[in-house]
Structure formats: structure tokens, C-alpha cells
């Protein structure tokens, strides 16, 4: 079976991030596609009631060491944001208005806009630090600011939103292989394994 993988993230989760850095690797070996798929957690916590892990007591400090021990065992670049967790809203929808014109270009932009926050520390909730990214990758920037402001794209990305919650998603990185749902990076093995052998 080479249905493709579903990979849904937030811009500001750091587990995104990582998950982002490793799964079309893993699926490309066994000769997988993935569709990714950029949403809100703050649409999703308004469902399950959820707020920021980093806002919890006791269990924010262990997520913010965890964030780090998790980015050096899977040898992934990662410096935490002097701000964070931030709004991505314009990076979502630069995504969505990418992926409608070039899908390998809103790839790459979804790469280059993770690693400009948890490796460069730029602020990617301004949606003009959005425009210069998609920029550096040969965008137009007066026709990608104009998107950003529009009512499609709005719903574009709540419609995004409300799929994944109909799906199950209650967080990121959220992956579903084969309508088997596997939730956080540490369930990188298990993909791994899940791919291996057609389910377990």
C-alpha cells in the first residue's frame, strides 16, 4: 500500500519542526508521499480545552529541556525562540497560497519558515518576515502580501483547521498512516516500524 502520509503542524510547535526535518526521509524509503498539512493549535485547544504545554506548571520547564534533548537525539538544529509560542497565521496561509501554485515550493517554504524560527530566531508571526522568506525563494513579495489579507485565503486555512479537527487531530506534529493516527515525534519509531511491516 502507497497511500500517501498526512503530516499536520503548527509553524510554532518545536515537535513540528522536528517531526518536519525527518518525515519525508522515512517516507520516501518506503516509497511514501506526504501531504502536509499547516493548521492552528489555538483552533484545535479551543476544542479539547488544551492550552501551551510551556504554560503548564511543573510540566512547561520539563518541555522546554525536552525540546532540546529531543532536537540533539535526532540530530536536528534547534535554538529556542526569545518568543514563543507566537501566532502563525500568515506563515499557514503563504503555505496554502504556495501550495495552490508550485507544491514543491511550498515545501520548501514550510522548511525555510521552521528553521528561520528554531534556527535563525525570526519572528514568523509578522507577516512581513513571512513575505521575506517566501522572497528568498524567488517569490513575489507584492503578490504574496496582497494574498495574505484576503477572505480566501482566511478560510482557506480555517478550513484547514476544521478538517484536521474532524480527523482527530488534537495536536502537532499529528501523522496518519493508513487512517493509524500517531501523535508527537517520539512516535518516530513506531512510524518507522508501522511502515515496515504494513501495521502492528
Known amino acids: 500500500m502507497n497511500t500517501p502520509i498526512d503530516f499536520y503542524f503548527d509553524f510554532t510547535s518545536p515537535y513540528g519542526y522536528l ?25 484545535v485547544f479551543k476544542v479539547t480545552g488544551s492550552h501551551p504545554p510551556v504554560t503548564t506548571p511543573l510540566k512547561g520547564p520539563y518541555i522546554l529541556r ?31 497560497w504556495l ?8 515545501r520548501r517554504f514550510a522548511h525555510a519558515a ?31 502580501t496582497s494574498a495574505l489579507a484576503s477572505t480566501e485565503l482566511r478560510e482557506r486555512l480555517q478550513a484547514a483547521c476544521n478538517q484536521a479537527i474532524e480527523r482527530g487531530v488534537f495536536g502537532s506534529p ?22 515496515t511491516t504494513g501495521g502492528f
Not at 501550495?99 to 511550498?106: K, M, N, T, Y
Not at 509578522?126 to 522568506?133: C, F, G, Q, S
Request: aromatic share 12%; net charge negative.
Open 174 to 195: 499529528f501523522v496518519i498512516i493508513d487512517d493509524e493516527p500517531f501523535f508527537g515525534v517520539d512516535r518516530l519509531p513506531q512510524i518507522e516500524q508501522w511502515l
Open 19 to 43: 517531526m518536519s526535518e525527518k518525515i519525508d526521509d522515512l517516507a520516501a524509503r518506503f516509497e511514501r508521499k506526504v501531504r502536509w498539512h499547516p493548521i492552528l493549535l489555538g483552533v
Open 66 to 96: 525536552d525540546f532540546q534533548r529531543s532536537a540533539r537525539f535526532l540530530g536536528v538544529p534547534f535554538r529556542h525562540p526569545d518568543c514563543f509560542p507566537i501566532p502563525t497565521q500568515s506563515a499557514c496561509r503563504a503555505y496554502y
Open 99 to 106: 501550495h495552490e501554485r508550485d507544491c514543491a515550493l511550498s
Open 114 to 144: 521552521y528553521r528561520a524560527l528554531f534556527v535563525e530566531g525570526r519572528d514568523i508571526s509578522a507577516p512581513e518576515t513571512v513575505v521575506e522568506i517566501a522572497a528568498e525563494l524567488g517569490v513575489t513579495p507584492v503578490e504574496l
